[in-house]
């Protein structure tokens, strides 16, 4: 069995993916289009299933020590009025 899988995107995805493959065995090539790195500065909400994935990653721990959980969540409609507030 031929174990080599090419991977297209180098973004969040792609790069948890190429990862993960590799955990498993797989020799991974991954490629993306931008020359360079670019930061975007936005915030990343993980529900507790993505923690689960990070964990296999062996990323979980990092990312529980440089991010904090919030108490609450509210959802809102698109003009920003609030239809509830979870506790979590």
Do not use: P
Not at 5 to 24: D, E, S, T
């Amino acid at each position: 069995m031929n174990k080599r899988i090419a991977v297209i995107g180098g973004g969040i995805g792609g790069l948890g993916v190429a990862l993960a493959l590799q955990k498993l065995g797989y020799s991974v090539t991954l490629y993306e289009k931008q020359e360079k790195t670019i930061e975007l500065g936005a915030g990343i909400i993980l529900g507790a299933n993505a923690m689960v994935a990070l964990d296999f990653l062996q990323l979980g721990d990092a990312i529980r020590e440089i991010g904090w959980t919030e108490k609450f969540c509210s959802i809102l409609t698109e003009k920003g009025k609030q239809l509830t507030k979870l506790h979590l």
